[in-house]
C-alpha cells in the first residue's frame, strides 16, 4: 500500500514522522537528565544502540550497491564537512518564496524558544549552544546529498555516521567522565530514554532522514526543523508538566506560513526546470532534425529511377 502513494506525498509522510520521533526524544533526553543519566555516556550508548540495529540492515540488503570504501569517503563520514549549498535564484518567485518561507521558519521557532521569562536560566549560554548545534546540523544535511552521489548506499552511510559518532563520544567519554558509576543503569526508566534515542532518534529516524535527503534534498529536509519545535513545546507541556506560553501558537502560525512558502518555492522551481528541459529538448531536435534531411538528400541519387528509365 505504500509503494502506491506518491513519493512526494511518501517524502512528507515520513518528514512529519520524522519531527515528532525528534520531539520524542528531546522528551525523552530532558527526563533521562531528570534522572541523573550522565551527559556524557548518553550519547555514547546511543551510538552503540543505533549501530547495531543499522548494522545488519546495511551489510545484508546492501551487499552488492555498496561501492569500496576508501579513505576519501573516511574522511567524509568521519569530519562531516559543508560542501554544498542549496540554489536560490532572487530573480523568480519560487526564490522568493523559498527565502521568505525560510525566514518564517526560522522567526516561528525563535519565538517559541523565546518568548518566556528566563526564570534564572542562563538563556545567553543556551543561545550560544543552539547556534553552535544548528550550524552542526545543517553541515551534516548538506553533506549527505554530496556523499550519496558517490556513495549510493544509504543505510552504510548511515552505519559509518554512527560508528565514527560513537568514537568520537567514547573518546570524550573517556577522558571527562571520571564517575564509574555513570556508565550503569540504575532504573528501568534510564535505560527506556537510552533506548528510545538509539532506536528511534538514531536507528530509524537517521535511515528515513538520509533517504529524504536523498530523494528531497537538504532544504527540503531542513524546513521541517521548525515543526519539531513546535512540537517540542506541546510534548514537554503534556509530559513534563512545562508551561505552554502565546509564543508557541504565534510561533506554530509563523512555522506553518513559512512552510508552505518553502514548499510551494520548491514546486515552482521544479516546474520551471521541467519546463527548460522541453525547450531545450525541442530545440535540439529541431537542430538535429535539418542536419538528418540534408544527410539523405545528399545521399540520394542524381537522377531518379523514372530517368533511368527514359
Same mark, same amino acid.
Given at each position: ?56 540492515? @546495511?551489510?545484508? $540488503?546492501? /551487499? ?10 573516511? %574522511?567524509? &563520514?568521519? =569530519? +562531516? ?63 549527505? @546529498?554530496?556523499? $550519496?552521489? /558517490? ?10 555516521? %554512527?560508528? &565514527?559518532? =560513537? +568514537? ?85 502560525? +509563523? ?56
Amino acid at each position: 500500500m505504500w509503494c502506491s502513494i506518491p513519493e512526494r506525498l511518501q517524502l512528507h509522510a515520513a518528514m512529519l514522522a520524522l519531527q515528532f520521533g525528534y520531539a520524542g526524544f528531546h522528551v525523552v533526553s530532558r527526563a533521562a537528565l531528570n534522572m541523573g543519566v550522565s551527559k556524557l555516556v548518553f550519547p555514547v550508548y546511543r551510538n552503540i544502540i543505533a549501530l547495531l540495529l543499522l548494522l545488519p540492515f @546495511a551489510y545484508f $540488503l546492501e /551487499k552488492k550497491e555498496r561501492p569500496a570504501i576508501t579513505l576519501n569517503f573516511l %574522511c567524509q &563520514f568521519f =569530519l +562531516l564537512a559543508l560542501v554544498g549549498i542549496e540554489q536560490v535564484r532572487l530573480n523568480r518567485k519560487d526564490g522568493l518564496a523559498k527565502v521568505a518561507g525560510t525566514i518564517f521558519c526560522v522567526a516561528g521557532a525563535t519565538v517559541i524558544t523565546l518568548y518566556k521569562d528566563a526564570n534564572g536560566k542562563n538563556w545567553t549560554l543556551g543561545c550560544i549552544y543552539l547556534i553552535g548545534h544548528c550550524l552542526s546540523w545543517s553541515a551534516w544535511l548538506v553533506l549527505q @546529498a554530496p556523499v $550519496l552521489k /558517490k556513495y549510493p548506499a544509504r543505510l552504510s552511510v548511515t552505519s559509518y555516521t %554512527c560508528f &565514527f559518532g =560513537l +568514537l568520537q563520544f567514547l573518546v570524550i567519554a573517556l577522558a571527562f567522565e571520571r564517575d564509574a558509576q555513570a556508565w550503569l543503569f540504575h532504573s528501568g526508566g534510564e535505560a527506556f530514554t537510552i533506548l528510545y534515542a538509539g532506536v528511534v532518534a538514531s536507528g530509524i529516524a537517521f535511515a528515513v532522514q538520509i533517504w529524504c535527503i536523498d530523494r528531497g534534498g537538504p532544504v527540503f529536509v531542513a524546513v521541517y526543523q521548525p515543526v519539531q519545535t513546535f512540537v517540542v513545546a506541546i510534548m514537554a507541556s503534556i509530559a513534563l508538566g512545562e508551561e505552554f506560553y502565546l509564543g508557541g501558537i504565534i510561533g506554530a502560525v +509563523l512555522i506553518v506560513v513559512g512552510l508552505y512558502l518553502v514548499l510551494w518555492g520548491k514546486s515552482e522551481e521544479k516546474k520551471f526546470a521541467k519546463e527548460q528541459l522541453a525547450i531545450a529538448s525541442t530545440a535540439e531536435h529541431s537542430i538535429i532534425r535539418p542536419a538528418s534531411h540534408a544527410k539523405a538528400a545528399l545521399t540520394q541519387p542524381l537522377l531518379s529511377s523514372s530517368t533511368e528509365n527514359v
